[in-house]
């Protein structure tokens, strides 16, 4: 998030004024710096802010998490969207 943040330009005060919903600066450093954990919806608040993709940002975590592997852990399922119907979990 950090690098999404600094590639826009914007100072964690600027982001803060962006989200608009109280979030402190120290708040917005903590989760950046992996210090504190972050709500699912503050999440995709943060996303939307930053005008970046949930979904591709998550994506880029588990590459980074997972690439020593070179395979997702076992148990894990992805969604696989078809054309024009409902996203559907399938096993990796």
């Known amino acids: ?12 005060r600027e982001l803060r004024a962006r989200l608009g919903d109280g979030t402190s600066v120290s708040t917005l450093s903590r989760w950046e710096n992996g210090k504190q954990a972050i709500s699912l919806e503050r999440f995709v608040h943060l996303c939307v802010a930053l005008r970046v993709s949930p979904a591709l940002v998550l994506h880029d975590a588990c590459t980074r998490a997972y690439h020593h592997t070179h395979r997702i852990p076992d148990g894990y399922v992805r969604l696989a969207p078809e054309a024009h119907q409902p996203m559907i979990v399938r096993e990796w």
């Open 1 to 12: 998030m950090a690098r999404a943040r600094t590639e826009r330009g914007l100072s964690l």
